[in-house]
T-cell receptor
């Protein structure tokens, strides 16, 4: 069965500092991975997906199949990045998402 | 991406009663998903609702406790039956309109408190 692990429940960085939110997964097939973000009092929304290799709001994430990781990175954190971040995996046959436990990012002024 | 309207946004219910949560999508979708997010926890899939067939429940969730309706391709309901305080959670619906290529869209959630 698939599993998504986010080892950090809480993460605090100062404004302008680099930030990395860790995500590891276990899945025997070829995964599709996503990062979702939930800002305070807002609904859960897609941040980025690995298949598009895009950069959204300065965030990037690279799928490393050797390390089974999909860490989220941003070189210079901003206060508005403070939110809950979830890593999620969609397996090949099923269409539902399996979520990690989430990381609450706080960017300090 | 699809727009989802979910209601109620919150409710406080007495134990032993039932609450039905509605999810309306602005376009036709094949599958709708219902998730639960318990306090301080991540999202857990309850069931997948397909139009015209019975919902598929995940391990630990049963139809008698969480009956689901899917009368058409734009609407679904989830009922939380015979509630207890342990059912206090946020319940969310989600749709995947494009095979996951555009990601999944989530409703705003229903915050349920059972007293």
């Amino acid at each position: 069965a698939q599993r998504v692990t986010q080892p950090e429940k809480l993460l605090s960085v100062f404004k302008g500092a680099p930030v990395e939110l860790k995500c590891n997964y276990s899945y025997s097939g070829s995964p599709e991975l996503f990062w979702y973000v939930q800002y305070s009092r807002q609904r859960l929304q897609l941040l980025l997906r690995h298949i598009s290799r895009e950069s959204i709001k300065g965030f990037t994430a690279d799928l490393n199949k050797g390390e089974t990781s999909f860490h989220l990175k941003k070189p210079f954190a901003q206060e508005e990045d403070s939110a809950m971040y979830y890593c999620a995996l969609k397996s090949g046959s099923a269409r539902q998402l399996t979520f990690g436990s989430g990381t609450q990012l706080t960017v300090l002024p | 991406s699809a727009v989802i309207s979910q209601k109620p946004s919150r409710d406080i219910c007495q134990r032993g009663t039932s609450l039905t949560i509605q999810c309306q999508v602005d376009s036709q979708v094949t599958m709708m998903f219902w998730y639960r997010q318990q306090p301080g926890q991540s999202l857990t899939l309850i069931a997948t609702a397909n139009q015209g067939s019975e919902a598929t429940y995940e391990s630990g969730f049963v139809i008698d406790k969480f009956p689901i309706s899917r009368p058409n391709l734009t609407f679904s309901t989830l009922t939380v039956s015979n509630m207890s305080p342990e059912d206090s959670s946020i319940y969310l619906c989600s749709v995947d309109r494009s095979g996951g290529a555009d990601g999944y869209t989530f409703g705003s959630g229903t915050r349920l408190t059972v007293v």
